[in-house]
């Protein structure tokens, strides 16, 4: 599904990634995790396509070579990124922006009797007041609102890949749990693949199975199963080199 | 709501109006709690009297506004008027906007939005404030986005007594980078993107009866 072949990645002419290979498969979950400022966001951001990485290497997207595309070329082939900080857009209702979306995406124009209902349908499943269909994006809204109405737009837009970046972050705990639970039922619905970037273990632990990718120092320095992903989440990153192979794929 | 056709001088209260214009001039004499919406009308000046204990809320929106326009607020004792203005311009204008605070207890809000896409669009704002006058307020904010062309903005409080609480904001931009970026996030073309952002930030001082209009077509009366 996704494919990133030795990528060199820079910001400013500072190289932050080289030589990254990461391929996740349809219906795949992965886990980026790493410390602070290791530049986790920063590949979500070079998957969504911002102009403000300076891309080397190859990026594949169903086959197709994506690297050189634009974000809403790379959004219209189904990738999503929900980030820790969604944007507001003032003047800008959900409701408008979804109906575009929708329509640019299905081609033709949405029957709003039954856009109506499906977002309603969405907020009911997300705890979310429906009087935010109206309201501007994330205008005014909580920490836990904005990260439920981005949810909201993803259920709408069905994407097939999606990007979690530090979603959890600035949540409660029941918040983080709804969260969880939502994304979960999303991807047994829609089984897109989710690549996960997180310093928590609600979210990742809500799935079975996944892959964890441990970044430092501008590469994957180890990866594994569930497993090791815990076990960093208990000992810390400062240790991870001295990590035996057990949980490593 | 009622809807008017109206001509050079027009006495209103206590309801809401929508008036249809059919000269370049108007003079409103306002009396009790008024609300009124010009839509895409086209005039060159507007004279606002404002009988003491009135209330007005105006709308005046032109999605292309092609004409100079000078408007005149006189305000004496009790009343209040929240002044909404918003158009996109597509060649030079020129808006000026006199308050006049004559007396005591008055408040003056005044918004303005434009879009310059081409040419020069200059919003002069003068609130004035009488000397010995005693609890006014007069508040500006004026709001204006370059997108091919330029907004120039002069805010001016002119305050010739000392009670009164006086504020005004003034921003000129473009459109936001980032809220491009999250929109195009979300499969929006750069175009659709740069319009939503664009009405949303003139229909932002505008009420539902202005958006729910203006997306039909209609002119208002």
């Known amino acids: 599904m996704l494919e990133l072949t030795d990528v060199n990645l820079y910001i400013n002419d500072k190289v932050l990634f080289d030589n990254l290979s990461l391929k996740i498969n349809a219906g795949e979950i992965h886990v980026l995790m790493g410390k602070n400022g290791v530049g986790k966001s920063s590949i979500a951001k070079t998957i969504m396509g911002d102009d403000t990485y300076k891309v080397e290497g190859s990026i594949r997207y169903n086959g197709k070579d994506i690297t050189n595309l634009s974000i809403y070329e790379r959004a219209k082939l189904g990738i999503y990124l929900l980030n820790q900080t969604p944007t507001q857009i003032e003047g800008v209702t959900n409701a408008e922006m979804l109906r575009i979306a929708l329509s640019e995406k299905n081609g033709k124009p949405v029957d709003i009797f039954a856009f109506n209902k499906e977002l309603e349908n969405a907020c009911e499943l997300l705890e979310l007041d429906k009087s935010f269909i109206h309201r501007e994006i994330n205008v005014g809204c909580s920490g836990g609102e904005r990260k439920k109405i981005e949810l909201l737009h993803m259920w709408i837009l069905k994407p097939s890949f999606i990007i979690l970046d530090e979603i959890d972050s600035g949540l409660d705990v029941d918040a983080i749990k709804l969260v969880a639970s939502r994304i979960k039922k999303y991807y047994e619905e829609y089984n897109p693949a989710i690549l996960i970037i997180t310093h928590s273990s609600t979210l990742i632990n809500t799935f079975d199975n996944f892959i964890v990718h441990i970044l430092d120092n501008g590469k994957i320095v180890k990866e594994g199963d569930k497993s090791l992903a815990n076990t960093v989440l208990e000992t810390g990153f400062k240790n991870i080199n001295a990590l035996n192979n057990e949980h490593l794929l | ?221």
């Open chain 2, 1 to 221: 709501m009622n809807k008017l056709l109206v001509s050079d001088i027009i006495d209103l209260e206590n309801g809401e109006y929508t008036l249809k214009v059919n000269s370049k001039d108007l003079v409103v004499n306002i009396k009790s709690n008024v609300t009124i919406y010009l839509i895409n009308e086209n005039l060159n000046k507007l004279d606002i009297i404002m009988q003491d204990n009135s209330n007005l809320k105006i709308y005046i929106f032109n999605k292309i506004w092609h004409n100079n326009l000078d408007v005149n607020i006189k305000q004496v004792n009790n009343s209040k008027i929240n002044f909404n203005m918003s158009y996109t311009n597509d060649s030079d204008s020129n808006i000026v906007i006199n308050n006049y605070l004559e007396g005591n207890n008055n408040e003056s809000i005044i918004n303005t939005r434009c879009v310059s896409n081409i040419g020069n669009s200059k919003i002069i704002i003068n609130v004035n404030v009488a000397k010995d006058t005693i609890n006014n307020i007069a508040v500006e904010d004026i709001k204006g986005i370059n997108n091919g062309g330029f907004v120039h903005i002069e805010p001016n409080i002119i305050v010739l007594s000392n009670e009164v609480e006086a504020n005004h904001l003034t921003t000129i931009g473009s459109l936001d980078r980032d809220a491009i970026n999250y929109l195009l996030s979300k499969g929006i073309s750069n175009k659709d993107a740069k319009d939503l952002l664009l009405n949303g930030f003139i229909y932002s001082n505008m009420d539902n009866y202005i958006k729910s209009l203006d997306e039909r077509g209609e002119k208002g009366a």
